[in-house]
């Protein structure tokens, strides 16, 4: 009896996905919580895995498919085995002297071009001999000495470009690009975006850190005292002082949120993501600094959720740690808000008539006239900067 291998359950905020990577092909031994595929939507990739020790009978939707919230992907047989009821896949040629052609996945075939990697020097492991991604992984972590002379010492195949050839590739935009793209030209053309830029004197946030750092870490099990986590109550506190900034537009209706969840912009292979920091008010130095960290290796892994990213009354993002000196960040909808951090740079300023050399940065805060007039705007970041200043002012709430 056959089990049906089905979609995710998409939250209401995503219509549909797209089958990124089968995994598995028909026929190959499963095994139980084995990932077996991977489906793309607009914020994360989800995973799929085997419901039981088995095999696929047969793949429904193939790569690059478009499906549904618990459509059905696929047929699954538990405890044996199945034999494909799909059609064939395509037969990657094998040695020159004329041996059967071994059947590889669409996964392994990428993987395969990708690292030009000849399918004959691959043992394939599935079923009738077939090359699973799995192979191709194994045989480039182990691959012998004698493929490796073989490989360098016979004249490499380049394909022939003309002198001053103006080459170009056509790649197509993944559904988070895409998404990411929408919603920044949406935020542009909807809303009523002004930046208003201040500058904030480091020194006492980098002394406080200096001393502390060490202690800190030995006192949180090796959570770090980074930078982020004073922006995020800073902005935390400024955010309970103008609740216009920590609204949000709902058609015709403006909703005040009675707590503070801002969102964290980390960068991944994958594009931009936005994870929360959920009641940033009753987290400490220490919680933010954790689950930043936890987001951003969750991120490179791709094992952020949908969950994850849902909701934020208010966004930082930090081009700084890329050397950015002033930016103007874009709005995320539908908060009315965003910060943006920069790079640390040495100036000399005038303190009390003398020309000090201090570490700066500049902060930029985008919002939408809209909803924020310019005067909460201003003392807003001026209200951060005066935080960041004298980071005792937070615990004094003053």
Do not use: C
């Amino acid at each position: 009896m056959s089990i049906e291998i089905k979609a995710p359950t998409f939250p209401e905020s995503v219509a549909d996905g797209t089958v990124a990577t089968w995994h598995k092909q028909p026929g190959e031994a499963v095994s139980r919580d084995e990932l077996i595929v991977d489906i793309e939507t607009d914020k994360v990739v989800l995973e799929v895995v085997a419901p039981a020790d088995g095999s696929i009978a047969e793949i429904l939707k193939g790569e690059g498919s478009t499906v549904l919230s618990d459509e059905v992907i696929a047929l699954f047989v538990a405890g044996a085995v199945a034999e494909s009821t799909a059609a064939p896949v395509a037969a990657v040629a094998a040695s020159a002297e004329g041996d059967a052609a071994a059947v590889a996945g669409p996964a392994a075939r990428k993987l395969m071009d990708e690292n030009n990697v000849d399918a004959s020097q691959v043992t394939g492991t599935g079923k009738g001999g077939g090359i699973t991604k799995e192979d191709v992984v194994n045989y480039l972590k182990n691959k012998p000495a004698a493929a490796v002379a073989k490989t360098s010492a016979a004249a490499p195949v380049i394909e022939a470009v003309a002198a001053g050839a103006r080459v170009e590739k056509r790649v197509p935009m993944t559904r988070l690009r895409s998404t990411i793209a929408k919603r920044l030209v949406e935020a542009q053309q909807t809303a009523a975006m002004l930046t208003t830029y201040n500058e904030v004197n480091m020194k006492p946030i980098m002394d406080l850190r200096k001393q502390y750092k060490d202690l800190f870490e030995k006192t949180h099990n090796g959570t770090r005292l980074g930078f982020m986590s004073f922006f995020v109550k800073a902005a935390t506190e400024a955010l309970k002082r103008f609740p216009a900034v920590n609204a949000s537009i709902d058609g015709n209706d403006m909703v005040y949120h009675g707590y503070q969840d801002i969102g964290v912009a980390v960068s991944t292979d994958r594009g931009l993501m936005v994870p929360v920091l959920r009641d940033t008010d009753a987290l400490s130095l220490a919680g933010v600094e954790a689950a930043i960290a936890d987001f951003g290796a969750r991120g490179r892994d791709g094992k952020l959720g949908i969950n994850d990213m849902q909701g934020g009354t208010f966004t930082i993002t930090n081009g700084g740690v890329f050397g950015s000196l002033m930016s103007t960040p874009i709005l995320n909808p539908p908060q009315t808000a965003i910060l943006g951090m920069h790079k640390i740079q040495e100036r000399p300023m005038a303190v009390n008539g003398q020309v000090v050399i201090l570490p700066m940065m500049y902060l930029a805060v985008s919002y939408d006239h809209r909803m924020i007039d310019g005067k909460e705007a201003v003392q807003f970041l001026v209200t951060i900067k005066e935080l960041l200043e004298d980071p005792t002012r937070m615990l004094l709430d003053v």
